[in-house]
């Protein structure tokens, strides 16, 4: 229960931090024109590329976005559960999936805000342009399924493949022209903050006893709790009971045996 009120909390606090930067934002300037900062950042990164680079910049936007990840995300799931025997490691990379596929459409029915409309843009696009929906997928779902790799099967290519990708992914879609940088700034740090609840959530825990009878051995000296008002522990350590025992039972044939005597 704890875990889910975790994960819950972790939403929540995501989407408020969505709603934080874009009022920050607001604030600061004009929302559907850009800042002016934004727009001398986008029109410096606006660079001629080789082709072959320039080819990759609309390739690499496909690796963070919530409409190609989910079917390579549902498989690695059922993989995880199946093949791997780590449903906790399979529902974790579910629930980090559904959360920032919620996020994203979210924060944008909320928040619409134009697209940039300095260069030509390319690539996929649609609906608001505030957040980068794949901002929040790359930093949230590939960090968090290059850790789950890495515990299950100790690998670290991923960390080398997934992180490369996520940062060229975050700098297409400025080149390609299809954000403002506070959009991807906004979906780098919702996703970081649904990253944390996530890996909070599911951080690991000490088995907790089965049962409140169930007797535990500590130094040789058995505990075994009592009622559920916890009104007391009783100690007993079986040595010395055993040698009791034995003593009243030695005093008891002694009784017995002077009463036939006399």
Do not use: C
């Not at 607001?26 to 082709?51: F, Q, Y």
């Not at 490369?164 to 400025?174: D, G, K, T, V």
């Not at 390609?176 to 979906?187: C, R």
């Not at 649904?194 to 000296?221: C, H, I, N, Y």
């Amino acid at each position: 229960r704890q875990r889910w009120l975790t994960i819950l909390a972790g939403f929540a606090l995501a989407f408020l931090t969505g709603m934080a930067v874009a009022r920050a934002t607001t604030l600061a300037g004009d929302w559907n024109h850009g800042l002016d900062w934004e727009r001398t950042l986008i029109v410096r990164m606006h660079v001629a590329m080789p082709r072959a680079v320039d080819a990759l910049m609309l390739v690499f936007p496909w690796f963070g976005t919530n409409i190609s990840l989910i079917p390579g995300i549902a498989l690695i799931v059922w993989w995880l559960w199946k093949r791997q025997h780590a449903p906790n490691d399979a529902i974790r990379l579910a629930v980090v999936q559904l959360g920032s596929y919620l996020l994203n459409p979210s924060l944008k029915a909320m928040f619409d805000r134009a697209r940039p409309t300095l260069f030509e843009r390319r690539g996929w696009y649609g609906w608001s342009s505030y957040p980068s929906g794949h901002a929040i997928a790359s930093i949230s779902v590939l960090f968090t399924l290059s850790i789950i790799l890495h515990r299950v099967k100790g690998w670290t290519w991923p960390y080398y493949v997934f992180i490369p990708i996520m940062l060229a992914s975050l700098y297409s879609r400025i080149y390609l022209g299809v954000h403002w940088p506070t959009d991807v700034f906004a979906g780098i740090v919702v996703g970081i903050v649904w990253l944390l609840a996530t890996m909070r959530a599911f951080r690991d825990r000490k088995a907790a006893p089965s049962s409140r009878d169930d007797l535990r051995e500590l130094g040789g000296v058995h505990v075994a709790a009592t009622d559920d008002s916890g009104d007391a522990l009783a100690l007993a350590d079986g040595d010395r009971l055993r040698q009791q025992r034995a003593h009243r039972g030695g005093t008891r044939r002694l009784g017995e045996e002077f009463r036939r005597e006399e």
